[in-house]
């Protein structure tokens, strides 16, 4: 069975860095695309970008280029989300999902809520 | 920058057929823009339902079908259950870019 399990909530502050897991199980991580989607307090969700961890080809929605960066280990079948200096309009909750091809999202991971607050 | 637009609301009645619909700002939603879609009820993540327009996942029960109409993609849902009342979203693939509708919040009434 496809898993994605996500990492544990988090509460920073503005300024602060925060780096976001994914692992996979139950497939071969390298062979799949990875996204990641931002879903903000009572609002739809938002596409941030994709990385295909076989080979680390990293895609961002241009809203998000610059303002995160995604990376993937393929060696821990995990990949990352990171910032590295948080704002309050970061808080969201953070999904990741394993494409089945590039047009093809199929397995979410169950969420990541971040809160940033001073 | 491409908008995606979905219907903000319906309401539909147990058993009853709704079909909601996914626009594109760049003009007639085709195959092309490999329309998906996926349901998330409160407090879960999304849950995928149909990719490539109208091809569903093996979770995804036969009540629920995709297909372009009129220049959109569309989801249609034949035999309303109470369980269905969720909200649905979009997803357009366009110029290398992957971009979600506003969302449909979908009561059952």
């Known amino acids: 069975e496809v898993q994605l399990v996500q990492s544990g909530v988090e509460v920073k502050k503005p300024g602060e860095s925060l780096t976001l897991s994914c692992k996979g199980f139950?497939?071969?991580?390298?062979?799949?695309?990875i996204a990641w989607v931002r879903q903000t307090p009572g609002k739809g969700l938002e596409w941030m970008g994709i990385i295909y961890p076989g080979d680390s080809d990293t895609r961002y929605s241009p809203s998000f280029q610059g303002q995160v960066t995604i990376s993937a280990d393929k060696s821990i079948n995990s990949a990352s989300l990171e910032w590295s200096s948080l704002k309050a309009s970061d808080t969201a909750m953070y999904y990741c999902?394993?494409?089945?091809?590039?047009?093809?999202?199929?397995?979410w991971g169950q969420g990541t809520l971040v809160t940033v607050s001073s | 920058q491409t908008v995606v637009t979905q219907e903000p609301s319906l309401t539909v009645s147990p058993g009853g057929t709704v079909t909601l619909t996914c626009a594109s700002s760049?003009?007639?939603?085709?195959?092309?823009?490999?329309p998906n879609w996926f349901q998330q009820k409160p407090g879960q993540a999304p849950r995928a339902l149909i990719y490539?327009?109208?091809s569903r996942h093996s979770w995804t029960p036969a009540r629920f079908s995709g297909s372009l109409l009129g220049g959109k993609a569309a989801l249609t849902l034949s035999g309303v259950q109470p369980e269905d009342e969720a909200d649905y979203y979009c997803?357009?693939?366009?110029?290398?870019?992957?971009?979600f509708g506003g969302g449909t919040k979908l009561t059952v009434l």
């Open positions: 490539s327009t109208s």
């Open positions: 999902v394993r494409l089945r091809t590039l047009y093809e999202p199929e397995n």
């Open positions: 997803l357009l693939y366009y110029a290398g870019v992957h971009i």
């Open positions: 760049t003009g007639s939603v085709s195959s092309g823009y490999y």
């Open positions: 139950g497939y071969t991580f390298s062979d799949y695309w």
